[in-house]
Each structure stands twice: as C-alpha cells, then as structure tokens.
C-alpha cells in the first residue's frame, strides 16, 4: 500500500471526531477535491506527501492523518481557523497510522488529562478530557452526525474493548 492512497481507495474514507476535531487520512481523493487545479489549491503538506519529497517516507509511516475540519463548540475555542492540517503527535507519541493514533487517543483519554494533538508545522491544540464522552456527544447531536467514527474505526475499537 502507498502512503497516500489512490483515488477510489476508500468506499467510504475512514473518520473519528473527538472534541468536535473531524480527523481522517490523506488520500488522492481528498487532495483532488480541491478541484481541477488541485496541484495550485491543495494544502502543501497534503502536496508533500501525495507527489512531492514526502513519498520517500523517511518517518516509515503507514498513513497520514489529517485533521480535516473543527466542529465549533466550547472546548475547541481558539483553534476554529485550524484545518487541513497533518497531525505529527498525541501526547508526544508519534503516529505512524490512523489505526494507531485512533487507539492511543482513545487510550490517552482515560489515562491523560489533556490531549494533545501536534501538527505538521508545530502548532499544538490541547484539549481537556475532562466529560469528553459527552463533550463528544453534544457536539455530534448538534451537527446531526449519528456517530463519532467510521464503521473500521468501531471494529478496532471493540477489538481492544
């Protein structure tokens, strides 16, 4: 497998939300929904990986995450204009795929006060795990989002329930 999938690899391209974060992995496909000029429009680090320097995966990652958008609520504020962004780190720890930052996000939630989430270009936004589970259900009723990840995302996690 590629680093980037290829356009089509995803039936449906795998999701998690967390604290209104809507996190998924970089693939053709969302690089090329930038439209006909996607090459011009498309973030740079999404380019990095999907064409440019970035496909050498000197890091031997398996996926790229993205956080692709923030659902505005309370415990996300200040970080709204942030989109479109690759996320490096959790809690310091490395992600080398989207199957391991979504269980050592979910790991870090009950054991860590806070998540932290790295980006790409170093920004960090931090989030407390204080009533998350119902910080996270609030903010999918409100967007009419009937569930909090993709249904690959569901089966890794029964497997480590």
Same mark, same amino acid.
């Given at each position: 497998?590629? #680093?980037?999938?290829?356009?089509?690899?995803?039936e !449906?391209?795998?999701?998690?939300?967390?604290?209104? #974060?809507?996190?998924?992995? #970089?693939?053709i496909?969302?690089?090329?929904s930038?439209g006909n000029?996607?090459?011009?429009?498309?973030?740079?680090d999404?380019i990095?990986?999907?064409?440019?320097t970035?496909?050498?995966?000197?890091?031997?990652?398996?996926?790229?995450?993205?956080l692709?958008?923030i #659902?505005?609520?309370d415990i996300?504020?200040?970080y709204?204009?942030?989109?479109? !962004?690759?996320?490096?780190?959790v809690?310091?720890?490395?992600?080398?795929?989207?199957k391991?930052?979504?269980?050592h996000?979910? !790991?870090a939630?009950?054991?860590?006060?806070?998540?932290?989430?790295?980006?790409?270009?170093?920004s960090q936004?931090?989030l407390?795990?204080h009533?998350?589970?119902?910080v996270?259900?609030?903010?999918l009723?409100?967007?009419?989002?009937?569930?909090?990840f993709?249904?690959?995302?569901?089966?890794?996690?029964? !497997?480590v329930?």
């Open positions: 497998m590629t #680093l980037v999938p290829h356009a089509n690899y995803f !449906e391209p795998p999701y998690f939300i967390y604290g209104g #974060l809507l996190f998924t992995v #970089l693939s496909d969302l690089v090329h930038w000029r996607w090459w011009e429009k498309a973030p740079l999404f990095y990986y999907s064409i440019g970035g496909r050498l995966n000197i890091q031997e990652k398996r996926e790229i995450v993205v692709l958008n #659902l505005p609520d996300n504020v200040g709204h204009g942030i989109a479109n !962004e690759v996320i490096e780190k809690n310091g720890v490395d992600i080398k795929s989207f391991d930052f979504v269980l996000v979910r !790991e939630t009950t054991k860590e006060k806070y998540m932290i989430f790295e980006t790409g270009r170093r936004i931090i407390s795990n009533n998350i589970d119902k996270n259900n609030e903010i009723k409100r967007n009419s989002i009937p569930h909090q993709s249904s690959d995302v569901a089966t890794w996690l029964k !497997e329930d």
